[in-house]
């Protein structure tokens, strides 16, 4: 029988192998109170090099990006436009594990299926409707789904495939995303799949999609256009 102290220190083994991993399940943590990105830095480490905390300044921390005014979205084939704040954008953000985002839907716009590599992203809707979901990693491949009104909030899971979409026919919406990464990339599956330079094989991809080749063909040809600015 385990003694009440060999217990515990089990019970502490497993308490400190939670927190490692959520130490991993991020972008790595600050050393220092602030790393403001040295974009003149020719060395290329995980992340950006900080410049010298004693040239810092509040500018290095702020951006006027006019988050509260609405972006075109009709230059957009899938009608959103998605304006990110990331380190890049953002020195001060450097190493802070955090970003954010406006997203603008044009009525029955979409932010087509994509996935972050390095982030979970929480989001609310600031204005109009929008019907959101993620679908859960093999096998089950499940999707979780909710139509969000004003003020809602919704979490998309580290790396899962997701959407948004504003099915009104006549008013845009907006909505405002924070992301657990000071640069968490997107993948978006379709212009991944089918506007990739060079061309993945329509061999590969009438396979894996199950379609003929001559469809994938077709899908090749089209403007695979980004939709973030
Ligand atoms: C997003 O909106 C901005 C400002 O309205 C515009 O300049 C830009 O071209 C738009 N980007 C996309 C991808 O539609």
């Known amino acids: 029988m385990a003694s009440p102290s060999s217990s515990y220190l089990l019970l ?23 790393c403001v990105a040295d974009k003149d830095s020719k060395v290329l480490v995980n992340g950006f090099v900080c410049k010298d905390p004693k040239g810092a300044n509040a500018d290095d921390f702020f951006m006027a990006a006019k988050l509260d005014m609405p972006r ?7 009608g959103s436009n998605i304006t990110l704040i990331n380190a890049m954008r953002l020195p001060g953000l450097n190493t802070l594990g955090i970003s954010l985002a406006r997203i603008d839907y044009a009525p029955l ?11 979970t992203e929480i989001l609310t809707v600031l204005e109009g409707t929008l019907y959101v979901g993620f679908v859960t990693s093999n096998q089950d491949n499940k999707l979780f789904s909710k139509v969000l009104n004003k003020g809602d909030v919704f979490v998309f899971p580290k790396g899962l495939i ?13 909505a405002i995303a924070a992301l657990s990464s000071q640069n968490p990339g997107a993948i978006t599956i379709a212009n991944a799949m089918f506007g990739s330079k060079p061309p993945i094989s329509h ?8 379609v ?5 063909d077709w899908l090749q040809a089209q403007f695979w256009a980004d939709n973030h600015n």
């Open 12 to 34: 502490l083994a497993a308490i400190l192998a939670l927190v490692s991993w959520q130490a991993i399940a991020s972008d790595p943590s600050p050393l220092q109170d602030f």
């Open 203 to 210: 061999e590969v991809l009438a396979k894996a999609f199950q």
């Open 109 to 119: 716009g979409e932010n087509p299926p994509h996935t972050h590599p390095r982030a």
């Open 212 to 216: 003929d080749k001559k469809t994938v």
């Open 162 to 174: 997701h959407f948004q979409f504003n099915p009104n026919p006549y008013q845009p919406a907006v």
């Open 72 to 78: 075109d979205t009709k230059l957009s084939k899938v």
